[in-house]
T-cell receptor, first 110, second 114 residues
Framework: RKEVEQDPGPFNVPEGATVAFNCTYSNSASQSFFWYRQDCRKEPKLLMSVYSSGNEDGRFTAQLNRASQYISLLIRDSKLSDSATYLCVVPSGGYNKLIFGAGTRLAVHP | DGGITQSPKYLFRKEGQNVTLSCEQN?????MYWYRQDPGQGLRLIYY???????QKGDIAEGYSVSREKKESFPLTVTSAQKNPTAFYLC?????????????FGDGTRLSIL
């Protein structure tokens, strides 16, 4: 099993739709998780940190299921500007080593 | 403005040449990292430094070298031993090497072979 797995997509959704991405991880000892957003040919930018069961920030909700070892990202009322690749990131190891998923691509259309 | 600055934005390497990518941060972060991203793949860790004057190999360190003589600076040298250097190189930093800390990225350097 890969350390972090994501559905590569693309997810093509209309504006206003609700879309959810899942991410599974293999290291059961991981305590904190992150979602990053990466636009085409740009650097990843931190979207949300998840330290307990979940986190909500406006239209974005991240949920953590430790028993099943997955985290999800829910985007409500999608905007055209949400089009990007969303990276699931899980710490692994004793130092601050982050394992990056390959990303899920989202395309929001009018 | 506080942040992480990478330079140059684009770099071309000739056969047998070593090139150095610059990374500077003014966030007063202890830990710094170098990643490589290839198309359609996740980021892979090349080297990391938990504190000044210390650095460790990541998962794909062969063909690369780093130094950490100053807290603000973590340059990466891509040596001629790296046979497939074409990639997007990203530098990151975090407050500390604590695994609960997110990492923040510079805007990257694209390296290509001439």
């Amino acid at each position: 099993r890969k350390e972090v797995e994501q559905d590569p997509g693309p997810f093509n959704v209309p504006e206003g739709a609700t879309v959810a991405f899942n991410c599974t991880y293999s290291n059961s000892a991981s305590q904190s998780f992150f979602w990053y957003r990466q636009d085409c040919r740009k650097e990843p930018k931190l979207l949300m940190s998840v330290y307990s069961s979940g986190n909500e920030d406006g239209r974005f909700t991240a949920q953590l299921n430790r028993a099943s070892q997955y985290i999800s990202l829910l985007i409500r009322d999608s905007k055209l500007s949400d089009s990007a690749t969303y990276l699931c990131v899980v710490p692994s190891g004793g130092y601050n080593k982050l394992i990056f998923g390959a990303g899920t691509r989202l395309a929001v259309h009018p | 403005d506080g942040g992480i600055t990478q330079s140059p934005k684009y770099l071309f390497r000739k056969e047998g040449q070593n090139v150095t990518l610059s990374c500077e941060q003014n966030l007063n972060h202890d830990a710094m990292y170098w990643y490589r991203q290839d198309p359609g793949q996740g980021l892979r860790l090349i080297y990391y430094s938990q504190i000044v004057n210390d650095f460790q190999k990541g998962d794909i360190a062969e063909g690369y070298s780093v130094s950490r003589e100053k807290k603000e600076s973590f340059p990466l040298t891509v040596t001629s031993a790296q046979k497939n250097p074409t990639a997007f190189y990203l530098c990151a930093s975090s407050i500390s090497a604590d695994s609960n800390q997110p990492q923040h990225f510079g805007d990257g350097t694209r390296l290509s072979i001439l």
